[in-house]
T-cell receptor, first 109, second 110 residues
Framework: NAGVTQTPKFQVLKTGQSMTLQCAQD?????MSWYRQDPGMGLRLIHY???????DQGEVPNGYNVSRSTTEDFPLRLLSAAPSQTSVYFC????????FGPGTRLTVT | KQEVTQIPAALSVPEGENLVLNCSFT??????LQWFRQDPGKGLTSLLL?????REQTSGRLNASLDKSSGRSTLYIAASQPGDSATYLC?????????FGTGTSLTVIP
């Protein structure tokens, strides 16, 4: 039982590079979300989706894009990475009860 | 905007002690509240979920209470063990978004 999976586990980017963080879930949840976790700031919601084709912004959406073409997948795109995006990124699924992936640790130099 | 606060930020107790972690939130219009555990470098593991209509929820040595009108929840850990050392986070669900506290870092000393 995979639950929520995220790839990659670690990534180092240079300023201005782009990348996509992958997230997949096998629980048939309509609701999926992306958070970033920074020291002293807790988890902050970046974007969320209530179903395929439907996404919305959370608290800190700037610099990030999302799309939801299937129920299972919810990728997060960084179009032009900045050092301020150095963080740990978590994907979660489930609206009533949230289930988290293991996280992606991203460093932007 | 919902604000969630957890006090204390860090707590150190000897093994065997009972302890209480606190979570407060500013808007009582919540759907439910969830307590998580996070080990260093890991993801979040759900411990307890308490619905807005419930007062308490128990799982093993853990008991969570909710007082929605006063905007407070507590997580009670009985007979603490070194394996309980982790960061504990609470999250309130407003219906389509979850708001997290910054967590309490717990160390249980053998």
């Amino acid at each position: 039982n995979a639950g929520v999976t995220q790839t990659p586990k670690f990534q180092v980017l240079k300023t201005g590079q782009s990348m996509t963080l992958q997230c997949a879930q096998d629980m048939n949840h309509e609701y999926m979300s992306w958070y970033r976790q920074d020291p002293g700031m807790g988890l902050r919601l970046i974007h969320y989706s209530v179903g395929a084709g439907i996404t919305d912004q959370g608290e800190v959406p700037n610099g990030y894009n999302v799309s939801r073409s299937t129920t299972e997948d919810f990728p997060l795109r960084l179009l032009s990475a900045a050092p301020s995006q150095t963080s740990v990124y978590f994907c979660a699924s489930g609206l009533y009860e949230q289930y988290f992936g293991p996280g992606t640790r991203l460093t932007v130099t | 905007k919902q604000e969630v606060t957890q006090i204390p930020a860090a707590l150190s107790v000897p093994e065997g002690e009972n302890l209480v972690l606190n979570c407060s939130f500013t808007d009582s219009a919540i759907y439910n509240l969830q307590w998580f555990r996070q080990d260093p470098g890991k993801g979040l593991t759900s411990l307890l979920l308490i619905q807005s209509s419930q007062r308490e929820q128990t799982s093993g040595r853990l008991n969570a209470s909710l007082d929605k009108s006063s905007g407070r929840s507590t997580l009670y850990i009985a007979a603490s063990q070194p394996g309980d050392s982790a960061t504990y986070l609470c999250a309130v669900n407003t219906g389509n978004q979850f708001y997290f506290g910054t967590g309490t870092s717990l160390t249980v000393i053998p």
